[in-house]
Nanobody
Framework: EVKVTESGGGSVEAGGSLRLSCVPSGDNRGGYCMAWFRQRPGKEREGIAAVNTNMRTTYYGDSVKGRFTISHDNSENTMYLQMNSLKPEDTAMYYC??????????????????????WGQGTQVTVSS
């Protein structure tokens, strides 16, 4: 069982920045597939960024490409999502997901929720205009 804990959400004005953090419990030496998903009001949950911590590959959804950056610090076992140039439409509950058994995947698969067994409780991001 892996417990996933997110932090770093909050309220910011449009054009501002926030950084989210995610820490999976334990120390999986084989690395993780990890990802950020978000659910906007009235919308389905969407994958926005993903990382394979072992292969160091990253994937982004079109809605955040060029504005958000996903990274992983092995020494701290922490994944980050740096969010810049935030827009009101980025307002959502953001979820971290982790999967210690990480197969080769396509970019599309990396951003789909069935890949991940372990999820955090979510952290709210609100962007005002």
């Amino acid at each position: 069982e892996v417990k996933v804990t997110e932090s770093g959400g909050g309220s910011v004005e449009a054009g501002g920045s926030l950084r989210l953090s995610c820490v999976p419990s334990g120390d999986n030496r084989g690395g993780y597939c990890m990802a950020w998903f978000r659910q906007r009001p009235g919308k389905e949950r969407e994958g926005i960024a993903a990382v394979n911590t072992n292969m160091r590959t990253t994937y982004y959804g079109d809605s955040v490409k060029g504005r958000f950056t996903i990274s992983h610090d092995n020494s701290e076992n922490t994944m980050y999502l740096q969010m810049n140039s935030l827009k009101p439409e980025d307002t959502a509950m953001y979820y971290c997901a982790a999967e210690p058994v990480c197969p080769p995947v396509t970019p599309q698969q990396a951003l789909r929720s069935p890949l991940y067994r372990y999820w955090g409780q979510g952290t709210q991001v609100t962007v005002s205009s």
